[in-house]
């Protein structure tokens, strides 16, 4: 996934807002990446564009060589719902469903016969601990578990990209560690893109990358714990392997001046022998 150029402006009233002012980046597949930024910094809107939820007013939007600018309204909403998976901070479940049947609601516009989505809903809420809560409707199920019930939803058409727009943003400190754990191990596992939005910093630090924005701009790109603490376990494998030494080997050289050596000393010897007779 690359943007180029990227820019979006608003016009509010007769003032013009500019949200994206020219933001070039580039995610990976299997990555997990932090947009990191205060309130007006631009990263809800960079999300938005990426995902295709709004167009941009200049540059590129290009994931895996289709140029999304280019593709038209009905064509994109197929995009994403093929490809891409959405978590968000108000979990979006719909009260009057159980868990199973929220999480069965992107299988059942895509087609997916009734036996099949229940079947893959079920065992994507057990893989989330949610086993014992299937037939559970919103108001009987805490923030944590609501919140498992939507990423159950979004990776339930296993999805190329997520996007996640503040995911812990109304859970408890616990809840929200055990989530991002998951998620990554999601990105492990299943080897898809994820691209999550936060104001903050140890959230963001869950991430491989962490793009830093301003006013609009990236204004730095670092790396994330995760991808730190892969770093040192690789560097604390290698310096834990044993030394190898080589062999030592004796130059041509040596060994010429070793040979007159060694003679010098049989003569001397020789000598010895014969005063001593």
């Known amino acids: 996934m690359e943007t180029k150029g990227l ?28 947009v990191l ?82 079947k893959r809903a079920k065992a994507m809420l057990i893989e989330l601990g949610l086993g014992k809560r299937l037939h559970n409707k919103p108001s009987q199920l805490s923030g944590g578990q609501q919140q498992r019930v939507a990423i159950a939803r979004s990776l339930v058409t296993e999805p190329k990209i997520i996007f996640a727009d503040e995911p812990t943003g109304n859970l408890d400190t616990k809840t929200t560690i055990e989530i991002l754990s998951f998620l990554q191990q999601i990105v492990r596992k299943r080897q898809c893109t994820l691209i999550m939005v936060s104001h903050d910093l140890e959230v963001a630090q869950y991430a491989d990358r962490i793009i830093h924005m301003r006013d609009g701009k990236v204004i730095k790109i670092t790396e994330g714990e995760a991808a730190i603490k892969e770093l040192t376990k690789a560097e604390e494998i290698i310096e834990s392997l044993p030394d190898i030494e080589e062999p030592k080997t004796e130059s041509p050289q040596s060994v010429q001046e070793k040979e007159p050596e060694a003679e010098k000393a049989k003569i001397l010897n020789e000598e010895d022998t014969e005063e001593k007779r």
């Open 7 to 34: 820019i979006k402006k608003y016009k509010v009233g007769s003032e013009i807002i500019t949200a994206l002012a020219g933001v070039d980046i580039k995610i990976y597949k299997g990555e997990f990446v932090a």
């Open 37 to 118: 930024g205060t309130s007006g910094s631009g990263k809800s809107t960079l999300l938005n564009m990426i995902s295709g939820l709004e167009r941009p007013t200049k540059g590129d939007i290009i994931i895996g060589g289709t140029r999304l600018n280019k593709v038209s309204e009905r064509n994109m909403a197929r995009f994403r719902s093929r490809e891409m998976g959405f978590i968000f901070q108000a979990y979006n479940l719909i009260p009057s469903l159980t868990a199973m049947e929220n999480v069965t609601l992107p299988l059942m516009l895509q087609g997916v016969s009734k036996k099949k989505r229940e």
